[in-house]
């Protein structure tokens, strides 16, 4: 964490895996290792105020701002369920504002049949850590998401003044990018194309362009592409 008005040196310094890790709802520490962290998310406001890191075992919340001058707060909460036997390893988060919506995807497989699949949940944050465990919704696809890809969740004004909310993601087996609805416990919305046999979807962002039409941009190892999803 840094102050902006001196960047030199940080005003706090976290280290999860060495400060340790307590899980959210339990008393006791948990183990997570030393995967690196792929995404970090500021969450504002009042109920909030904090940070969020995910690396491959789930989501993370760091102590709050206000807590980065105790030399007791050191321990990061662990917010999300590695699944069975560890059987889960996030990929991508994400966070949008005006939702007060986190979304985090999943590697994962059937309980069952043991076949890969991804796995995308959406958690109500408007509580506050407190309420994490208040999903929005959960996705479950049947495909496997063998690469590093990012997801995305968003919300756009409509000219009615409403607010859906959008969840993107690539589906590794079909090279197509998918949209959920956000706001209804996941239904499908559309499917976008057009991604040849030799690419791969690495990361797909969500945006209303000119204040009206809401836009979706996929990239892949070669191209990138806009969609209008109006």
Known sequence: MFDLRRTDVP?????GPRDGVTRKGSAGPVTTGYSPIHTIIALPGSQHNGL?????????ALPRSGQASDPNVTAWTLLTDSGDSGSRSCYSASYDTQMQCVAASFRAQNTCTRVPTTEHELYDVSSGFDAWRRKRSCISVPSPQTKMARTCVFSYMTEHDVRPGLFCASVESTRMV???DANNNGRDVLALGGV????????????QWDGDMPMFASLTNTTARLYDVR
């Open 196 to 207: 040849t046999a030799s690419e791969n979807i690495v990361d797909v962002k969500g945006w």
């Open 178 to 180: 998918k949209t959920w």
């Open 11 to 15: 005003v706090h310094t976290w280290d």
């Open 52 to 60: 969020i890191a995910a690396n491959s075992s789930g989501l993370y």
